[in-house]
């Protein structure tokens, strides 16, 4: 006699229906991100519902954030590509893609009835089979800048490869290496800005040492300031306010108004004195600067930034060496921004402002251009899953070779351990060989190849020592990934076996599932 102990509306899922309702979500988010990987991979255009409001996009972590998802396995695999995303910057598809090949063949052992935690076991194996390969693999040029510095540009021009990108790959990837080893093994983006014009193409778009802000100089101060010494300020520079929330102030006569007026205007002068008493000749502020202020700022010289919003202020103050002040009281406490030079510059049809000669000299802007806003924004998320990576590697100096050879070279390791595991933890062992395979097995049907003659005669290269061999994606056939200088980080590849298997193993575990009663809403 089965007991009804849960409320109302809240339902339970157990053991078969569960781990297949778990198996379907996962499946079915792994195949709609699967077209989009390698370098030809498709995009997804993504519409919201309220706004109408279109991206389009191959990058799997935008794809993923943006849907929404009713199933618990599946949201799971949006944590680990969101993850991925934010610890390493690419790698999104691959990783979500792997885990859901996982899950495929861990579903047809399940249905073999082999025990999930056998599975599990036979993964852990072949897991650490597969990293130890990979490890193995790993080559680190670090030691020598000239071999470096090309990783480097190989890695940018592999990720590059598969964004929208890829036909001006080896013009961004160097821009790209320039801006990451400006910031010297640093892996703080907030160095470099990019900002985005529409107008021009995607080559237009440049690299600029230093800072630009996108604002403009206020009225009747110098267009060009040399030796800058900035106070960045986050304070209200409004005349015609009385500071109390809800205030109300009766006058008996205009002359009175007037009085109140000139109080207004003093206090004001004797706020913009103690700021000009700081020994400065350029003044940014995040709020308005009201005319008043502004043009006593202008007699004394100083030019003035109004608006520059707080991200703005926040990256001028990390650039230029200044720290945010709201208070003047105490020039002597109150750390300036300084740099050589502050111009207005022209970009397309817009005026902005540049900072050269900036104090923190890892400092620098990347201006993308491109036809519409979609491109662009495409642009600057290729160009951020780059940068990424790149900063990553400069800490993490060990590279491994892409093109599906890393995956095919870590299954044939996995194959040779599982022939050492007794039991039917190897043939889970078996089935996670053939989950990685299943990376360059995808790459090769993306480019409309024949994935079973391909990936046969990539393993079959592997089996005979060619430990450089991969897909040729323009030519549709084996070749050496050393050559074609097809490289990844090693990090990126280590970190997406191990969180594709930490999550197949969690979805595995799974033999029921609670759903809660639905909130109810009350009716106004």
């Known amino acids: 006699m089965s ?76 944590n680990i590509s969101k993850v991925q995303d934010d610890e390493i910057g690419d790698g999104t598809t691959s990783v979500c893609v792997l885990a859901a090949e996982l899950l495929r063949e861990a579903e047809k052992l399940i249905a073999q009835k082999i025990h999930p935690q056998t599975i599990i076991e036979g993964y852990r ?14 080559k680190d040029n670090s030691t020598d800048p000239a071999r470096f510095r090309q990783d480097l540009v190989n890695i940018a ?3 590059l490869s598969s964004k929208v990108l890829s036909q001006d790959k080896n013009y961004f990837a160097n821009l790209a290496v320039d801006a990451v080893l400006r910031l010297k093994g640093s ?15 995607l080559t237009d778009s440049y690299l600029d040492e230093g800072f630009i802000l996108d604002k403009t100089i206020g009225t009747n101060c110098p267009k060009r300031l040399e030796n800058a010494k900035i106070l960045i300020a986050n304070t209200s520079m409004d005349t015609d306010k009385i500071k109390v929330f809800g205030a109300k102030i009766k006058v008996d006569s205009t002359g009175k108004l007037a009085e ?7 206090k004001m002068k004797s706020k913009v004195e103690a700021i000009a008493s700081h020994g400065i000749n350029c003044f940014v502020n995040r709020q308005l600067i009201y005319n008043y202020p502004e043009s006593i700022l202008a007699e004394k010289g100083i030019l003035t930034i109004e608006h520059a919003d ?13 720290e945010i002040a709201s208070t003047f009281d105490h020039p002597e406490l109150v750390q300036l921004g300084r740099c050589e030079l502050i111009e207005e510059i022209m970009i397309g049809e817009d005026k902005l402002i540049k900072f050269s000669g900036v104090a923190a000299g890892e400092a620098c802007t990347v201006v993308l251009r491109g036809s519409t806003n979609q491109m662009i924004d495409e642009a600057d998320r290729s160009l951020h899953d780059a940068l990424s990576v790149l900063s990553q590697t400069v800490k993490e100096t060990r590279i491994v070779l892409g093109g599906g050879c890393s995956e095919t070279l870590m299954s044939c390791a996995v194959e040779e351990e599982a022939r050492k595991v007794q039991g039917k933890k190897a043939i889970a062992a078996e089935a996670f060989a053939r989950a990685l395979r299943m990376i360059p097995t995808i790459l090769a049907d993306n480019a409309g190849y024949d994935s ?33 200088g097809v490289t990844e980080s090693y990090k990126l590849k280590s970190q997406v076996v191990i969180s594709a298997s930490e999550a197949a193993e969690m979805i595995l575990r799974v033999d029921d599932i609670l759903r809660a009663t639905p909130r109810r809403r009350e009716a106004v």
């Open 3 to 78: 007991m009804q102990i849960f409320g109302a509306e809240a339902t339970e899922e157990k053991a078969e229906n569960a781990r297949l309702a778990s198996f379907v979500g996962a499946l079915a988010l792994g195949d709609l991100v699967k077209s989009t990987l390698g370098p030809k991979g498709m995009n997804k255009i993504l519409q919201s519902g309220s706004s109408g409001d279109i991206n389009v996009t191959n990058d799997g972590a935008t794809i993923l954030k943006s849907i929404q998802l009713d199933n618990a396995a599946a949201k799971i695999l949006v």
């Open 125 to 138: 194996i072949a897991s650490a089979a597969a990293l130890r390969a990979l490890e193995q693999a790993a």
């Open 157 to 159: 021009r592999t990720t």
């Open 187 to 201: 892996t703080n983006l907030e160095h470099i800005q990019i900002i985005k014009k529409a107008g021009g193409k």
């Open 260 to 266: 109140l007026e000139r109080a207004e205007k003093e």
């Open 310 to 322: 707080f991200e703005g202020v926040e990256r001028l103050a990390l650039v230029t060496g200044g």
């Open 452 to 484: 079973s003659d391909l990936v046969a005669k990539l393993r079959a290269a592997h089996y005979e020592g060619q430990n450089d061999a991969g897909l040729d994606m323009n030519e549709g056939t084996i070749g050496s990934m050393l050559k074609l």
